[in-house]
């Protein structure tokens, strides 16, 4: 059987997920077709039921866990590893509201911590990811919310943090930060869905085991990242929630769940998680 399998080009999905590209574990019979792109468009593609297994924003998720379920490993989810709001001008809180942002998507996880920190904000732009930064440069925008990579790179192009977005959300709730996971269609037999949550398990497994075994990979897919970035990338965002989502961090993603929609149903939070 083959599966599609959509993840982004990220050093930290490249790490977890080149075990399986490169066949270095048993796939127990199933054969996977990737297919990289940004968050964005993974989650449109998500949004159209368009992946068997990918990973998107759970933002994206809470839209579609009517068709997806989420599996236990490859989450990005933690402390301290949340989008930031970052501007040219060294902007107030106050004037946040009356800005041009740029966002790397509306169905990211990073758009909704914008919106709970300010919900009132109402001028932005979607931008890929790796451009946001250049557009604050360019001035194409007032602010911008980056991710990924950008965390480490936007001091050294003058630009100044207006707020910690992920920081906000572990004030205000007390829960790690849930960015994004990997879901895979309910629609498929129970059989396929434990066995690709077991194979992303080892791969993981396998990584962080064999930490060098993808580089090549990885550096390939980073293209023009500094490799003390990269390095800094997947030490940020693979941790022990990308091995396992345990109940700390199945109840991170409740809560968000729960910002969405304070009256979302918790009798199908039963049906969200692979078991």
């Not at 993981?204 to 990242?225: L, T, V, W, Y």
């Not at 929630?241 to 149903?265: C, H």
């Amino acid at each position: 059987m083959t599966l599609t399998f959509g993840f982004s080009p990220c050093p930290n999905d490249t790490f977890m997920f080149e075990p399986i590209v490169n066949e270095r574990i048993d796939l127990m019979g199933l054969k996977f077709k990737i297919e990289l792109g940004d968050v964005e468009h993974l989650n449109k593609k998500a949004l159209n039921h368009m992946s068997d297994i990918t990973k998107l924003s759970f933002n994206a998720f809470t839209k579609v866990y009517d068709r997806y379920q989420l599996l236990n490993s490859g989450s990005a989810l933690g402390n301290n590893c949340g989008p930031l709001l970052i501007s040219k001008k060294p902007y107030e809180i106050s004037e946040v509201n009356h800005l041009k942002i740029a966002v790397p998507g509306y169905n990211t996880t990073a758009f909704l911590l914008l919106k709970y920190a300010f919900p009132h904000t109402k001028v932005f732009k979607e931008v890929v990811f790796s451009d946001v930064e250049e557009a604050v440069v360019l001035g194409e925008v007032d602010a911008g919310v980056i991710i990924h990579e950008n965390r480490f790179t936007y001091p050294t192009k003058g630009l100044h943090k207006i707020m910690d977005l992920g920081e906000h959300w572990e004030q205000k709730t007390g829960s790690p930060i849930p960015l994004g996971g990997i879901a895979i269609k309910t629609s498929l037999p129970e059989d396929i869905k434990q066995k690709v949550n077991q194979i992303l398990y080892n791969s993981i497994e396998f990584a962080f085991a064999n930490p060098d075994s993808g580089r090549d990979f990885i550096r390939k897919n980073a293209q023009e990242m500094d490799e003390a970035v990269m390095f800094a990338h997947i030490d940020l965002y693979v941790n022990q929630y990308s091995q396992t989502l345990d109940e700390k961090g199945k109840n991170a993603v409740k809560t968000l769940f729960e910002v969405v929609d304070p009256n979302f149903d918790k009798e199908k939070f039963k049906h969200i998680f692979i078991h």
